[in-house]
C-alpha cells in the first residue's frame, strides 16, 4: 500500500467519523456534582441536582421542539392563500401576493411550476408560453395548496 492509498483511506475514515458529528442537547457534570443540560448552541437549559432529572428535562426540551417543527410544518401547509385581490392575469402580481401571504416553499414550488411549464411551451413552440405556463403552473399549483381566488378572475380566465 503507498503512500496516496494510506492517506485516502485516513482521509475516508476521518470523512466517515465527522458525519457522525452532529450537533444535539447534552448533559454535562459539573464540579459541583450537579448536571446542566445544554442545548445544540451550549445554552443553559437548566440545572440539576441529579442525572435522571437532566434526562428528563432533555426529554422535554426535545419532545417540543418536536413538536414546534410539526406545527410550524402544518401551519404552513394548511394555511391558505388569498390571491382575491389579484386584479391581473399576471406572473409579476401573482408573485407579489405570493411573496407576503406564501411560505418561502410555496413561492418556490409554484416558481418551479412556471419554469417547467415554460420551458416545456417553448419546446412545443406555444404563441405564448408565458400566458400557457402561467395558466398550467397556476391551476397544479391550486391543487397542492388551498388558494382564495377572485371569482371574476376565475371567470374571465382560464384557471
Sequence with gaps: MNILDQFLDIFDNYQNNCQNLIKQAKIRKLPSGKYRVLSEKNKNLGTF???KKAEKRLKQ???FKYLSEKDNNNLHQE???DLSKLEEKSLSAL???LNKQATKEQVKKFLE???NYFDKAIKEKSKQ???VAFDQAFVE???MFPVKLNKKLVKDASF
Design 113 to 115: 411550476l412556471y419554469k
Design 129 to 131: 408560453p408565458d400566458v
Design 79 to 81: 394555511k391558505e392563500i
Design 61 to 63: 426540551v426535545e419532545y
Design 95 to 97: 408573485m407579489r401576493l
Design 49 to 51: 441536582p441529579s442525572r
Design 141 to 143: 399549483f391550486s391543487e
